[in-house]
């Protein structure tokens, strides 16, 4: 075949593969804005107007750790839907899927600091507690854990032969490497799902717990509130008042809570399809190949619902966080954010 005629039909097959993941192209691109104008918004409010909040420390590194993941993951599987088969630069790909990994094992690690956080707040409210400096070190650890985790990338990830028996052409696709390294890729694959799946078993023990406290808390203070219905309000002791407010600040701590639990919630549905593929793409190195059109469409979608992930959380605080909400309107009614 001459070089004419093959990069012709190479060319024939990655456009009918981009018009085929057009719909994944756009959907990128709409995360892309849409986690972009969030993830800012909740950078500058709880960085700037609600610093120093403890009961929401971690949520602007949370952000800025989604901000940097949807730009560099749905920027890149844009490039990748368009390039598909004829992708030609390995460096690029290499390190383009190392940071995309970074990012999303950064946001996975930090939602389970989380849960131990909001864990002790609830569960061992008498306990130790952390403080700013165990809160920095968990920052730290994230970070250097999630960097280890993620080193095997640039060496498991690159180009990979891409073949089509229906163009009777070879490509290249930037994708896991199912030539070389093969035993490198699977032992990493191996860790990577024992890892997602103990994340996820912790979120569920943790929060579980969590979600038992608050509700073994609820049912007390409406116990109390139907007794104090039948004591009239003269005769009602001096610290009523400071029961009241501290109730309320437990309600506001409760109600975070459940913010973060909603938030793993997410997490955990998103990325879920994402394992699974991940586990197929190893066991099966022509999988992608493999599928027709539709199929792949379809599949497509479930590799990239991960990015829901990294776009949710700013409404999820727009909903549940009365304080981020009532910035937001004030930034939106024209106000300076330092101010």
């Not at 190893?282 to 199929?295: A, E, H, I, Q």
């Amino acid at each position: 075949m001459s070089n004419v005629s093959r990069d012709s039909l190479l060319d024939a097959w990655n456009q009918e593969l981009s018009r085929t993941l057009l719909p994944t192209s756009v959907f990128l691109i709409l995360c892309i804005v849409v986690g972009v104008v969030g993830n800012s918004l909740v950078i500058a409010i709880y960085g700037l107007k609600l610093r120093g909040a403890k009961e929401r420390y971690f949520i602007p590194y949370l952000a800025l750790v989604d901000l940097l993941a949807v730009c560099e993951t749905a920027g890149f599987n844009i490039s990748y839907n368009f390039r598909a088969v004829n992708y030609d630069n390995k460096e690029l790909c290499r390190w383009s899927s190392f940071f995309g990994f970074l990012t999303v094992i950064l946001s996975t690690f930090l939602l389970l600091v989380i849960a131990i956080q909001r864990y002790l707040k609830i569960c061992k409210p008498f306990a130790k507690q952390m403080t700013l400096k165990w809160k920095r070190m968990a920052m730290l650890c994230t970070f250097v854990g999630a960097a280890v985790i993620t080193a095997p990338i640039p060496v498991t990830y690159g180009l990979d032969p891409a073949y089509s028996e229906r163009f009777n052409v070879t490509g290249s696709a930037c994708r896991r490497l199912t030539q070389e390294y093969i035993s490198l890729s699977l032992f990493h694959t191996i860790i990577c799902n024992v890892g997602f799946a103990g994340i996820v078993s912790a979120l569920i023990i943790l929060y579980t717990q969590v979600g038992r406290t608050i509700y073994a808390q609820m049912e007390h203070w409406k116990t109390q509130e139907s007794s104090s219905n039948a004591i009239q309000m003269d005769n009602m002791p001096d610290g009523a008042n400071n029961s009241s407010i501290s109730k309320r600040k437990k309600r506001t701590m409760f109600k975070i809570t459940l913010m973060f639990m909603l938030i793993s919630v997410i997490f955990i549905i998103s990325f879920s399809p994402k394992v699974v593929i991940f586990i197929l793409e190893c066991l099966n190195g022509r999988f992608w190949d493999s599928l027709p059109p539709n199929t792949r469409l379809l599949v497509r979608f479930l590799d990239i619902t991960f990015v829901i992930n990294n776009i949710a959380n700013p409404f999820v605080y727009a909903f549940l966080d009365v304080k981020f909400s009532q910035q937001l309107r004030r930034t939106f009614c024209g106000h300076d954010l330092s101010a």
